[in-house]
């Protein structure tokens, strides 16, 4: 009987353990933690890398563009495009992320800079070496140790050198229900 009754106690306790289980589940899910949609991938044109994530665009508008316009990358997602032109007088439409995947290349550079207190240095792909655009960093923190933007710095990325995976994929998408019929 005692050997019966411990079975039946310890069925009891594992059903409460699980449940317990269970209900301690359900209120971690309620707990409303946000989630981080990501909503496009920003890719290099020339090899697919990815660079960067829509959701880390933002915009901040350069005293020196010649121009901007908004540009709608995703369904949720519109960035400010500026036009700037270099000293050699060569222009590029720029729109600006917070984060980029940029090989190691030069040192930050102080003079002929397009937002006014910040030091530059070009940003590559990493996989193709084709020119992304380039890094900012504010010129306090600009420092020969320091590789890659900090949180206060952010990257400009060049429009015509980067596109969406989700327009990659639509075009893939077209394709083959081109296949299909």
Not at 6 to 20: A, C, Q, T, Y
């Amino acid at each position: 009987m005692k050997c019966n009754q411990k079975h039946k106690f310890m069925r009891i306790s594992l059903i409460v353990f699980i449940v317990s289980l269970f209900a301690y589940g359900v209120r971690a899910e309620d707990s409303n933690e946000e989630e981080t949609v990501i909503e496009d991938f920003f890719i290099c044109r020339t090899c697919g890398n990815d660079v960067s994530v829509a959701n880390l665009a933002f915009d901040r508008y350069s005293p020196l563009a010649l121009s901007a316009t908004n540009h709608t990358f995703t369904d949720t997602r519109s960035v400010l495009v500026q036009e700037v032109q270099n000293p050699l007088g060569i222009r590029f439409h720029i729109f600006l992320v917070k984060q980029a995947s940029c090989a190691k290349i030069h040192p930050w550079t102080f003079k002929s800079t397009w937002f006014p207190g910040y030091a530059w240095k070009v940003c590559v792909c990493p996989k193709c070496h084709t020119l992304l655009g380039w890094m900012f960093e504010p010129v306090e923190s600009a420092t020969a140790e320091l590789s890659f933007p900090s949180n206060a710095g952010f990257y400009a990325l060049i429009f015509q050198n980067i596109i969406t995976e989700g327009y990659v994929n639509s075009l893939l998408m077209k394709e083959k229900a081109l296949r299909d019929n």
